[in-house]
């Protein structure tokens, strides 16, 4: 006993036992006469000590996860929660703020993600009222902070920012959890998902930071309420339908008064979770209005923000006006092309592929790469004739209505587009985006899309004599030619080659390469 006292007194060889005992793990799996419980308690207690909070939260988290079937009783899943909370998320004296945890986010994450692996073994009797019980102490630190905290997070300062931090960690703590409660297929009937369970325990207190002035005005606790959101949406999937009317009225309002881009992320998660509502018109119109409503909202704010900082200071919110529209084009084809804010958003791609930032280029590569797909899809359903004797059905009526749409959008900022994206590949756009940038390219130079117009577009771009590198000398016009004639070439290059055509001419402005890449192409 004076041993095991001795030992266990020492941090650092708690540390090092800690850390045995997640290389260990795939033993404790296997054998199950491994002495699982004695582990637990051991990595629990290595939790007291700073030094091996670490590797402590570590091999907790993967002893969890390999034997989460031995464990996933319902007092061993209380012992461990109880046990774990005191170290994870105390529980905050009555009428007190809720004390500040020391120990990383990332190590706190690291146990709540191993229970909520534990909880998804249990049964369906069992799991709600583990999980409701578990996601208890984060909801009681919120609410202390909320309610006893404003006056301190109001006034400022160092003690203000730690406040808002704290508040963002608990969040964020929540949102692991429901993520953690992803289940193969539905719950059984008369079960509701465990992750819509939690969200709807957490939405009176989600609500109140929302409102909050001061939570309004700091980014990392509404990153984090819009990540619970989000993780919500994930685990549950269809069974969150009954609240997608209040998630998208309260995602909305929040990014109107906050243009905070993680708004806008949560539209894109819901597009790509319910794509294009069926059978429910109510709620499909709601979906279609709050998208319009967030792109137009969007718009406004880089318009305000164009005049006084520039583009590139908008980025965050350019990137998920670009990414929600993406996903609304991939996910909810038929309600974007029908959406009001089509032209709008194509010019603000547009702009964005012109810039040097990462993300936000990228965004928009990504969505003008799928919406000229989508455009050649539309015109060869619109093109498709209608049967002798009759009427053009629902779906071809759509169809040339979506083209009239697209072939406007395209014949009014085609050329723009192509320029910016000549100009980009020989200098602003990273490197790492090139074969994006490229894929853009090769679906607007092909015929069935633009006809000769995309043809002429390029001409005119490579004709320009202030192209970047021109006037240091390391681009020519004989370059500019040289590429011109292989993009354009009859029959025209495959994409892969077409891909490294455009990376190696855009390497001869940036002073990279050289003419002679080009000879290649002509064999």
Request: glycine letters at 6%; aromatic letters at 6%; hydrophobic letters at 50%.
């Amino acid at each position: 006993a004076g041993r095991s006292a001795a030992f266990l007194s020492s941090p650092f060889t708690c540390s090092t036992a800690a850390a045995l005992v997640g290389a260990y793990a795939p033993w404790f799996e296997s054998t199950p006469a491994a002495p699982l419980e004695g582990a637990l308690r051991l990595l629990l207690h290595a939790l007291s000590f700073p030094h091996s909070w670490h590797a402590a939260a570590r091999a907790f988290k993967v002893l969890c996860m390999r034997c989460a079937a031995r464990l996933c009783s319902a007092p061993v899943v209380q012992s461990l929660a109880a046990v774990a909370a005191t170290a994870v998320a105390p529980v905050p004296a009555a009428g007190q703020v809720a004390s500040y945890v020391n120990m990383p986010l990332e190590d706190r994450q690291a146990i709540v993600e191993g229970l909520a692996r534990v909880l998804t073994f249990m049964g369906p009797q069992h799991v709600l009222d583990s999980a409701l019980s578990m996601q208890q102490p984060h909801l009681a630190r919120t609410q202390s902070i909320i309610s006893h905290g404003s006056s301190t997070a109001a006034q400022g300062g160092a003690a203000a920012k730690q406040l808002l931090q704290q508040l963002a960690d608990e969040l964020q703590l929540m949102a692991v959890l429901i993520k953690g409660m992803e289940f193969p297929g539905q719950p059984p009937t008369g079960f509701a998902h465990p992750a819509l369970k939690l969200l709807e325990a957490a939405w009176p207190v989600l609500s109140a930071v929302a409102d909050a002035p001061v939570c309004r005005q700091d980014r990392p606790v509404l990153e984090a309420v819009c990540e619970v959101y989000k993780r919500a949406l994930q685990s549950a999937r269809g069974s969150a339908k009954p609240l997608l009317t209040m998630l998208l009225t309260a995602v909305g309002e929040l990014f109107t008064e906050t243009q905070q881009a993680a708004c806008l992320d949560v539209l894109s998660t819901i597009a790509e979770v319910f794509g294009e509502v069926k059978n429910a018109p109510e709620l499909a119109a709601a979906q279609k209005q709050a998208f319009e409503d967030a792109a137009g909202a969007a718009g406004a704010v880089l318009l305000q923000r164009l005049a006084s900082q520039g583009l590139s200071a908008s980025g965050d919110v350019l990137r998920s006006l670009l990414a929600v529209a993406d996903a609304h084009l991939v996910f909810a084809r038929e309600l974007f092309l029908s959406s009001s804010v089509l032209p709008q958003v194509f010019q603000w791609a547009v702009a964005a592929a012109s810039l040097r930032e990462k993300e936000p280029a990228n965004a928009a590569f990504s969505f003008l790469s799928h919406l000229l797909a989508a455009s050649s899809k539309v015109f060869a359903a619109a093109a498709e004739p209608v049967a002798a004797g009759g009427a053009a059905s629902a779906e071809q009526q759509a169809a040339a209505r979506a083209a009239a749409a697209l072939q406007k959008c395209i014949a009014a900022h085609g050329q723009q587009l192509t320029q910016t994206l000549v100009v980009a590949a020989c200098d602003t756009s990273p490197r790492q985006l090139l074969r994006a940038l490229a894929s853009v390219l090769y679906q607007l130079l092909q015929e069935q899309l633009t006809g000769q117009l995309g043809r002429q577009w390029l001409l005119a771009a490579l004709q320009s004599p202030e192209l970047p590198g021109m006037s240091a000398g390391l681009l020519k016009a004989s370059d500019c030619e040289a590429f011109a004639k292989l993009a354009l070439r009859q029959p025209p290059l495959s994409r892969g080659r077409f891909d490294a055509l455009l990376m190696d001419f855009a390497a001869i402005p940036r002073g990279e390469g050289t003419s002679d890449a080009l000879l290649a192409y002509e064999l």
